[in-house]
């Protein structure tokens, strides 16, 4: 049966996104229906809107959902009618090299079920019956979505859902930064640029990971006073600041480790800039294509600084989401608090807006 779902589109860069009734295709074989509960509007949304994230158009946004299976389709093991899950944004063969090694970020088959569920004909339709993309294999902000069934994630019904749905990008991938890809050491000191959704997650990250000190850096005040309920220890304003003199100097030689939450080749160069010897900066954030970073190659072997990037925290999903959810169980990860705001799929365009005025940590989409 297809049903009709309120969506967000993006139809034209740089325009506003707009909220149609679409038509949701039932489930073919591997695959699944969901009924959204909530989901997170993250900055990548807005980067393909803008076109820094290049997917074609018109296309239904969200990536970061929590919801329940309505229907599943054939041959899909482990997933049933009621489940709860949380949408992850890649795609993982599941038998290449790096999926073998446990590391399916960097799946070489990435890129397939980008647009569309793997068997790839889309599922999406506009009113007019065009088909419809959807982002990164999930099109989450929308009352229904059919995906592949490896992009749902089954979680503990008692979890609640908006909160569920920030573990399926912002949290995990900040987060996992920390933990996976740099490994934070307790008692260390860690620099994190730009305190969105996603920034926020590195700060509260490396708060449980044992961080000494947590200095974090935005342009907005009001974010700079939500990194401190979420664990900084310090803050800088960047425009009052030159912030590699200042990190360099309260920390007597740079910070163990710099996280870069903006999407800017100059931010990271200045991540690595501020690092000490021996330091580790890493590139969270998504530039544009055009944007790059210059190191100056001498420090590489006389300091032996390292400037690598993490790409969805270096999760792998089935092991990083529990995780996620139980250090919330046991109240050592806010999730409810990362929620500044929630809006009905009407006001999509206003959640927009609200994040690049940088009202929000995260602001949320809720459905009924
Ligand atoms: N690597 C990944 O897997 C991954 C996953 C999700 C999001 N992202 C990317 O991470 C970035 C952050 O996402 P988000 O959802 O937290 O965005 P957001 O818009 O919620 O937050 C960005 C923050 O950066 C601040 N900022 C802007 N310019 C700054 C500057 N010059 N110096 C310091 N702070 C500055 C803003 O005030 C805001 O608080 C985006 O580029 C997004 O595309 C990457
Ligand atoms: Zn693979
Ligand atoms: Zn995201």
């Known amino acids: 049966m297809s049903r009709n779902a309120k969506a967000a589109l993006c139809r034209e860069h740089n325009k506003p996104v707009v909220v149609e009734t679409v038509t949701v295709d039932p489930p073919k074989r591997g695959e699944a229906t969901v ?46 009618k009621g489940d709860h899950v949380i949408f992850s944004f890649i795609y993982m063969c599941g038998k290449c090299r790096f999926c073998v090694a446990g590391r399916p970020v960097l799946c070489l088959e990435q890129g397939k079920a980008l647009t569309t569920p793997l068997e790839g004909t889309p599922r999406v339709r506009d009113a007019r019956g065009a088909p419809l993309s959807i982002f990164s294999g999930c099109g989450a902000m929308a009352e229904y979505a059919t995906v592949s069934a490896e992009n749902l994630i089954r979680i503990d019904p008692k979890i609640p859902l908006d909160c569920a749905a920030l573990v399926g990008c912002g949290v995990t991938t900040g ?38 000190r947590i200095i974090a850096i935005d342009t907005l005040q009001a974010k700079l006073d939500m990194a401190k309920k979420f664990g900084a220890t310090e ?14 100097k309260t920390t007597s030689g740079g910070p163990d480790y710099a996280f870069e939450c903006v999407g800017s080749g100059e931010l990271a160069g200045a991540a690595y800039r501020a690092i000490r010897r021996g330091g580790l900066a890493v590139v969270v954030g998504v530039a544009k294509p055009s944007d790059s970073t210059a190191v100056r190659t001498m ?55 609200d994040m690049e005025a940088g009202k929000n940590a995260r602001g949320v989409i809720v459905f009924q």
Do not use: W
């Open 175 to 212: 987060v996992g930064a920390v933990f996976n890809t740099a490994k934070v050491q307790p008692g260390s000191s860690v620099a994190v640029f730009g305190c969105g959704g996603v920034g926020l997650s590195v700060v509260q990250g490396a708060r449980i990971a044992g961080a000494e």
């Open 35 to 80: 009924r959204l509960g909530a989901c997170g509007v993250c900055h990548s949304d807005l980067s393909a809107i803008t076109g820094t994230i290049a997917l074609p158009l018109p296309l239904v946004l969200g990536h970061e959902g929590a919801g329940i299976v309505e229907e599943v389709g054939e041959g899909v093991g482990g997933l049933a």
């Open 299 to 353: 420090t590489l072997p006389f300091e032996e600084k390292t400037l690598t990037g993490s790409y969805f925290g270096s999760c792998v999903p089935r092991v990083d989401f529990p995780r996620m959810l139980a250090l919330y169980m046991a109240g050592r990860l806010k999730l409810e608090e990362l929620i500044t705001q929630r809006y009905p799929i009407d006001e999509a365009p206003r959640a927009f807006a």
């Open 235 to 248: 803050t800088v304003l960047t425009e009052k600041e030159d912030v590699v003199k200042f990190l360099k």
